[in-house]
């Protein structure tokens, strides 16, 4: 019998090879993106193609966090900006979305409930540790233990699973990783502050890891930028 996967899908560059990965191990797939008030909107158009590129079932969840602020990426906060990847170093930066992760999990997990999944997938990286604290993998293993504990699946003896297959590996292996799967990074999507029109700016903190990752990967980044080193 095929198990079901809800997998939290942005249409970036690490969430579209955890959704290859999980179709890989033979789950039916349930992505889940969201629409949460980011100046990068265009992630979610990433995200439809992408989804409907291997038939998954897909979802698109409108959330408030534009009303909340306190991020760069959901109000008015200036976007920091690098020359290259060297300049950013091991803090949280505006960038950071409170509570984000939190908020997609738990969202994640209630539609979980609702189609019948165990298993929800996510997309956190070695790339991600120092500036994000919720995408460290203690944030995972304690999330899963609230899933377990506060469920009725749960409850019932239930078990869910929360996978972060990406956490020990760097970028430059993911998209090695994501390329003998068949994905197309052309079709995702990575930057915080994009022109009207869609085009990377190639100055902010996740085009510079990007531009960067594919460089150190010997692979050329298929999509255009702004400025690109």
Same mark, same amino acid.
């Given at each position: 019998?095929?198990? =079901? ?12 090879t955890v959704l290859y990965l999980a179709r890989q191990r033979g789950h039916e797939i349930y992505?889940?993106?969201? !629409? ?22 897909? =979802?698109?969840? =409108?959330?408030?966090? !534009? ?8 109000? !008015? ?35 979980a409930e609702v189609v019948g999944a165990d298993t929800l997938f996510m997309g956190p990286n ?57 994905v197309d990074y052309g079709k995702t999507f990575s930057c915080y502050d994009p022109t009207p ?5 190639? =100055? ?16 050329? !980044? ?8």
């Amino acid at each position: 019998m095929t198990k =079901k996967a809800v997998v939290v899908l942005s249409g970036g560059l690490d969430s579209t090879t955890v959704l290859y990965l999980a179709r890989q191990r033979g789950h039916e797939i349930y992505a889940l993106t969201f !629409d949460y008030g980011q100046r990068h909107r265009i992630e979610i158009e990433h995200a439809l193609e992408v989804a409907k590129g291997i038939a998954a079932q897909h =979802k698109v969840l =409108k959330l408030a966090l !534009d009303q909340i602020g306190g991020s760069s990426l959901t109000s !008015d906060v200036e976007m920091p900006n690098f020359d290259s990847v060297d300049q950013i170093e091991n803090k949280v930066y505006s960038t950071y979305t409170p509570f984000r992760n939190g908020v997609f999990l738990s969202y994640a997990l209630a539609y979980a409930e609702v189609v019948g999944a165990d298993t929800l997938f996510m997309g956190p990286n070695k790339d991600d540790f120092h500036n994000y604290p919720d995408c460290r993998p203690d944030f995972y293993k304690c999330f899963e233990m609230v899933a377990n504990i506060g469920t009725k699946f749960g409850a019932e003896g239930g078990k869910f699973k929360i996978e972060i297959p990406l956490v020990d590996m760097y970028k430059p292996e993911i998209i090695k990783l994501g390329l003998s799967l068949g994905v197309d990074y052309g079709k995702t999507f990575s930057c915080y502050d994009p022109t009207p029109e869609g085009v990377s700016c190639g =100055k902010c903190m996740s085009c510079n890891v990007r531009i960067s990752s594919f460089t150190k990967a010997n692979l050329c !980044d298929p999509i255009n930028y702004q400025t690109k080193k």
